[in-house]
């Protein structure tokens, strides 16, 4: 399937703030897309443990309200919300951290909106090395899988989706997504001499490449 990846990074909405969370103030990253489909496909292929690793990655357990669930080799936690084809929210437990994701279904025309918030209790200094890119671009990469399954109903192959941000349209599609979210973060009062930098940090790491300078 032939990618346009400005195209790709251009179907997703960003946005970053701040609230609080359980008594201290925590990074907010949002980011919105429609898709042409339905709410309730949507909802199956966030959900469906026999759908989410033709796009994401396996998942063991139970993705109800209070289930717990283990995505291989990446996050799990508990289900808090479960309102299909509408709501699910989760806590996002990794390296002994816990965050929040809260994902939202609007129906948009003849599609459908995917509206998803991570909030994170993030350390200043990472904050200022790495700014929302960290994992923000994550999001993109994983919302242009699912973007792309949706609209070829095929599984994507793990070991290429893997490597792609290492092909040169790889790059191109983590840099437009990285710059996204420097401008994300710019919007919200970071300062462009540090928002950039970060920036360019965030895409180094996804692609493998050392930021110049």
Known sequence: MAIDPAAAVGAVTR?????ERDGKTARTLTAERIYDTTPDDLWDALTNPERLPRWFLPVSGELKLGGRYQIIGNAGGTVTACRPPQHLGL???MMGQVS?????????????????EHVAHVDDAL???????AVGVGWDLALHGLGLH???GEALDPEAGAAWPTTPEGKVFVRGASEGW???SIAAGTPAASAGPAAERSTGFYTGEAPPG
């Open 15 to 19: 946005s970053v703030g701040t609230t």
């Open 127 to 133: 904050w200022d090395q790495f700014g929302p890119g």
């Open 91 to 93: 806590t996002w437990e």
């Open 100 to 116: 929040w994701v809260d994902v939202r279904i609007e129906p948009a025309g003849d599609g459908a909106k995917l509206i998803l």
């Open 182 to 184: 420097r401008d994300a």
């Open 150 to 152: 949706l609209e070829s």
